[in-house]
């Protein structure tokens, strides 16, 4: 079965349903890549910071498909933000990939007390992009204050905005604003899969009775409704998982309809709670992590 397509704000196509390799270990993400290229699978979702980028290149070799049938993306991290640091990032990560241009290339973080080095960054990216080495480019974790200064200093809008969205942290306001420019919402951590809430103040979304409601009505998995939740709603997936029948069971979510009643019941569930890091206290200092040479 193939997977529809988003077409993003350039004219370039990604599929709406990606796989993701954020803290699956490099010993693990061959296997797991090449599990899900089987499945059908055609986006993979990396990044510098991952330490798996080079695993990742490996499974699309090991795959037999040609490089054009899959759509890479992969993440600078803010240790290489700075005009000259992210062409070499840019370097780096098709270096370990083993690729000559890259699908879609984004800003990681914000960095918002250093911000003139995202700018910087941002604008290597727009280099990247009109010499051709990126198909398209974006940010992640940027919210409207983030943008609205990137706004300002660039050129080419954001093709995407990868953030935390999954039904107990919608993030309704920062989902609105990005489609009002024309940026397309990626969603991380899409199904809750680290739900987080470290005060053990919520349950997994995966148990969430509500959402076990729905799913019952359609005969299908929690996941599978949380992800068609996203894709009803315009935005774009890239769930993670190393368990071949969970890869199977996230890719099948295009049978199957929810009414505008189900998705506003489960918009309903959000707590306005962020699981990850608050962008503001992303520094270099607390996340200060060195991405090797490819």
Not at 56 to 84: H, N, P
Not at 172 to 178: C, N, R
Request: net charge negative; no cysteine.
């Amino acid at each position: 079965m193939s997977i529809p397509s988003v077409t993003l704000n350039n004219g370039v196509e990604m599929p709406v349903l990606g796989y993701g390799v954020f803290q699956t270990p490099p010993e693990q993400t061959v296997t797991a890549v090449e599990a899900a290229l089987s499945t059908g699978y055609r986006h993979i979702d990396t990044a510098a910071a991952y330490g798996n980028e080079r695993e990742v290149g490996e499974a699309v070799r090991r795959s037999g498909l040609d490089r054009s049938e899959v759509f890479l993306e992969t993440k600078v991290w803010i240790t290489d933000y700075g005009y000259d640091e992210t062409l070499h990032a840019f370097d780096k990560s098709v270096g370990k990939l083993g690729v000559e241009q890259l699908d879609l290339l984004i800003l990681h973080q914000a960095l918002p007390g250093e911000f003139e080095r995202t700018v910087q960054a941002y604008r290597a990216l727009e280099k990247l992009l009109a010499d051709g080495g990126v198909r398209a480019i974006g940010v992640s974790n940027f919210m409207p204050e983030h943008l609205d200064r990137l706004f300002g200093e660039t050129e080419v809008v954001p093709a995407v905005n990868q953030i935390e969205v999954h039904p107990y942290f919608r993030q309704s306001g920062l989902l609105a604003y990005d489609g009002e420019h024309g940026i397309l919402n990626q969603a991380w951590s899409p199904i809750g899969g680290i739900t987080f809430y470290r005060d053990g103040s919520k349950g997994s979304t995966l148990e969430d009775p509500v959402i076990g409601e729905i799913a019952a009505a359609h005969d299908k998995t929690p996941a599978q409704v949380m992800l068609r939740w996203h894709i009803q709603q315009g935005r774009q997936v890239i769930p993670k998982s190393v368990t071949p029948s969970r890869i199977t069971e996230n890719f099948d979510v295009f049978g199957f309809e929810l009414t505008e009643e189900q998705l506003t019941v489960i918009d309903a569930l959000d707590t306005g709670v962020r699981g990850g890091p608050e962008p503001a206290d992303v520094t270099r200092e607390n996340f200060g992590v060195e991405i090797p040479e490819a």
